[in-house]
T-cell receptor, first 114, second 115 residues
Framework: KNQVEQSPQSLIILEGKNCTLQ??????????LRWYKQDTGRGPVSLTI?????NTKSNGRYTATLDADTKQSSLHITASQLSDSASYIC?????????????FGKGTHLIIQP | DAGVIQSPRHEVTEMGQEVTLRCKPI?????LFWYRQTMMRGLELLIY????????DSGMPEDRFSAKMPNASFSTLKIQPSEPRDSAVYFC?????????????FGQGTRLTVV
């Protein structure tokens, strides 16, 4: 069964600190993996997408990594800001799955404290 | 573009009542998705359309749920009759050509509470 597991479920850190969110998946065959940020009361917004051949990709203070061999991805946030408080959702697309071939993780709820 | 627009933002209704959620996708997008989000199950795909035609509704939980897309700029998700377990946030998303790396853009969601 295609699954996406995220950890931790929730995380509280102080402003300015770094943190790393994890995503493990069993989706196969793999096409790509996307990290979304969802602010409270808003819809998810894409942060970055990782394809099979990409190991690391950065978007400002966000850096995503992908290890397709171990089927693991991480999202590292550097020098956290209060605006980083949100849920971060990992979504994996199955190759050949078409427009609906997505498996969603349940997200990590991140709280940045001043 | 204003993005994907959903209405209403919040809906509170009594059990047994009919509920209609509305969505206006981004102009030019040919795929439209309806998702439901709960704390327990996260985001779940309910149904999606391509060029206004329903392609896969296997995620629709029961016959009480129905969705239509009468034209390229409007879609509805209807629950009749509604039940307390339908309480969730419902998201509409749209994308262009639904290709492998195409990003789906989400609306702000409708928070439905059935009492």
């Amino acid at each position: 069964k295609n699954q996406v597991e995220q950890s931790p479920q929730s995380l509280i850190i102080l402003e300015g600190k770094n943190c790393t969110l994890q995503c493990n998946y069993t989706v196969s065959p793999f096409s790509n993996l996307r990290w979304y940020k969802q602010d409270t009361g808003r819809g998810p917004v894409s942060l970055t997408i990782m394809t099979f051949s990409e190991n690391t990709k950065s978007n400002g203070r966000y850096t995503a990594t992908l290890d397709a061999d171990t089927k693991q991805s991480s999202l590292h946030i550097t020098a956290s800001q209060l605006s980083d408080s949100a849920s971060y959702i990992c979504v994996v697309r199955k190759s050949g799955g078409g427009a609906d071939g997505l498996t969603f993780g349940k997200g990590t709820h991140l709280i940045i404290q001043p | 573009d204003a993005g994907v627009i959903q209405s209403p933002r919040h809906e509170v209704t009594e059990m047994g009542q009919e509920v209609t959620l509305r969505c206006k996708p981004i102009s030019g997008h040919d795929y439209l998705f309806w998702y439901r989000q709960t704390m327990m199950r996260g985001l779940e795909l309910l149904i999606y359309f391509n060029n206004n035609v329903p392609i896969d509704d296997s995620g629709m939980p029961e016959d009480r749920f129905s969705a239509k897309m009468p034209n390229a700029s409007f879609s509805t998700l209807k629950i009749q009759p509604s039940e307390p377990r339908d309480s969730a946030v419902y998201f509409c998303a749209s994308s262009f050509r639904g290709r492998v790396n195409t990003e789906a853009f989400f609306g702000q969601g409708t928070r439905l509470t059935v009492v």
